[in-house]
Every structure is written in C-alpha cells, then in structure tokens.
C-alpha cells in the first residue's frame, strides 16, 4: 500500500542507515490467500516505511504454509508428515526485527497467531554465541485488526510472549484498526470515500510510530552488538550441559 504524505514525508527527511537490517513479517490472518487478507493491508504500511529506508523484508502469510501443531524444532521429527517450519524458521532467526500480524476473534488474536507464538517458543532453547537465548538483540511488535474490541489485548498477549522468549519491545510496539462492532467492512474494503480505515490518522500515527521505533531500537541493538551477557549467561546456570528440547526447564 503507498504511504500517506506524512509518511512519505519522514522517510524522505530520514539520515539514518538501516541498510544493515533485515525484518519478517508474519501475517496469522485465518484466509488462505493473502491478497484477500485485511490484516495484510495495514502490514503493509510498516513493511513500506521499512523497505523505503533499505531493510530487507521477507513477509510470510502463514496459511500458504503448512506449520505443524507443536513445540518442537521440527514436528516431522515427531509424527507429522509435513512441516514447514524450519524452512520459516531460516527467515525468522535471520531477521533483526519481526511483526505479527493478527486478526481479532472472539476478542483474542487468530488460532494461526497461537500456533505461529509455539513455534517461536520450540526454538527458545537455542542459544547465540553468547549464551544467550538466540532471539536477544532481536525487536517485536504487533498489528491487529478486526470488528470487535481486543487491539490492545491481543497486542500485550502477543508482545509479551515475544519478550519473554528474548525479544526486546520497544515504545508503543503495538498498531491496529477495527471498526464498528459487529458484521461490517474490514480495513482496506471499498467504501463510499475510498478503503475503509485507510485515512484513519490514529492508526497511521501509530503504526508509522511502531515501525520507525522498531527501526531505531533495532538499529541500536544491532550497532552496540546485542544484549552484553554479563548475568543472563544460560551456560553459566548450566556449564556442560547439553541442550534437551523435551526438558521444560532448558526453555526460556
């Protein structure tokens, strides 16, 4: 989707390289196609800004996938016939920033969104180089939308299980839209003055305001090289012990 004037205008004015940055984004919309998903289109928004300033974006939509149920590594490993996680799984750990995007049911984010937050947890034991769980230097944030209450619900479900696996969260990580409770158009459907949700200063506000802040802290994060491992040493509370994915208390 193009970007309003404001957001033009700042990407413009920008002085800061971001060159260096690579970001996933994640789409959990239920809709198997993604040209059709309404949470794509305010996805779109960041994924714009992002690309505008040089950072490589790989964007997935989850259900052109087929992501087994579970929490380990590879669910092939454990019953399932197909599992297309770990591929995912090599555009998710490469990237410096990830989104989530979701759609509201029920008042709680998609069962896709769910699945999508277990996977991420199967590789929580993994460490970086510093003993570290290999999601710290690593920044998160949320995109809801929906025709029911639970933006900021969904938003703190989400980013707190981002942070808690080693993600860092920045100010205001979190944007979304909804509309008139109840049956009705979603963000980006025709409407009498154009797509609906599209001219929506506070959504654009803050989802400009979420993507710039997941830009600068990952860009910080990723000059001062990550998080210093000074106390938070997961091979010190461990020394010599190898790595058990069916063991609870080797997870983050």
């Given at each position: 989707?193009?970007?309003?004037?404001?957001?033009?205008?700042?990407?413009?004015?920008?002085?800061?390289?971001?060159?260096?940055?690579?970001?996933?984004?994640?789409?959990?919309?239920?809709?198997?196609?993604?040209?059709?998903?309404?949470?794509?289109?305010?996805?779109?928004?960041?994924?714009?800004?992002?690309?505008?300033?040089?950072?490589?974006?790989?964007?997935?939509?989850?259900?052109e996938h087929q992501i087994a149920f579970g929490v380990q590594p590879d669910m092939t490993e454990h019953g399932w016939d197909r599992d297309d996680w770990p591929k995912l799984w090599k555009k998710v750990s490469a990237a410096d920033i990830l989104i989530i995007g979701?759609?509201?049911?029920?008042?709680?984010?998609?069962?896709?969104?769910?699945?999508?937050?277990?996977?991420?947890?199967?590789?929580?034991?993994?460490?970086?180089?510093?003993?570290?769980?290999?999601?710290?230097?690593?920044?998160?944030?949320?995109?809801?939308?929906?025709?029911?209450?639970?933006?900021?619900?969904?938003?703190?479900?989400?980013?707190?299980?981002?942070?808690?696996?080693?993600?860092?969260?920045?100010?205001?990580?979190?944007?979304?839209?909804?509309?008139?409770?109840?049956?009705?158009?979603?963000?980006?459907?025709?409407?009498?003055?154009?797509?609906?949700?599209?001219?929506?200063?506070?959504?654009?506000?803050?989802?400009?305001?979420?993507?710039?802040?997941?830009?600068?802290?990952?860009?910080?994060?990723?000059?001062?090289?990550?998080?210093?491992?000074?106390?938070?040493?997961?091979?010190?509370?461990?020394?010599?012990?190898?790595?058990?994915?069916?063991?609870?208390?080797?997870?983050?």
């Amino acid at each position: 989707m193009s970007l309003n004037e404001k957001q033009a205008k700042l990407c413009n004015e920008n002085k800061t390289d971001f060159s260096n940055l690579k970001a996933t984004i994640i789409n959990c919309s239920l809709k198997k196609d993604a040209g059709k998903s309404h949470t794509r289109t305010l996805l779109s928004v960041a994924q714009s800004i992002m690309e505008k300033n040089s950072v490589e974006v790989d964007y997935i939509h989850a259900t052109e996938h087929q992501i087994a149920f579970g929490v380990q590594p590879d669910m092939t490993e454990h019953g399932w016939d197909r599992d297309d996680w770990p591929k995912l799984w090599k555009k998710v750990s490469a990237a410096d920033i990830l989104i989530i995007g979701t759609p509201i049911w029920l008042g709680e984010e998609s069962s896709v969104c769910r699945l999508i937050i277990e996977r991420l947890y199967a590789m929580s034991g993994m460490l970086n180089d510093k003993g570290q769980s290999i999601y710290y230097g690593k920044v998160g944030g949320s995109v809801i939308t929906g025709n029911e209450d639970g933006v900021k619900h969904c938003a703190m479900t989400i980013l707190y299980a981002l942070q808690h696996l080693g993600y860092v969260i920045p100010p205001q990580a979190d944007c979304g839209w909804i509309g008139e409770a109840g049956p009705g158009p979603s963000y980006g459907d025709d409407g009498e003055n154009g797509p609906i949700g599209i001219d929506n200063d506070f959504t654009q506000r803050n989802t400009t305001i979420m993507t710039w802040n997941l830009l600068h802290l990952a860009k910080m994060m990723k000059d001062a090289g990550g998080i210093s491992n000074h106390g938070n040493d997961r091979n010190a509370w461990k020394a010599g012990c190898r790595f058990d994915y069916e063991n609870p208390e080797h997870r983050a």
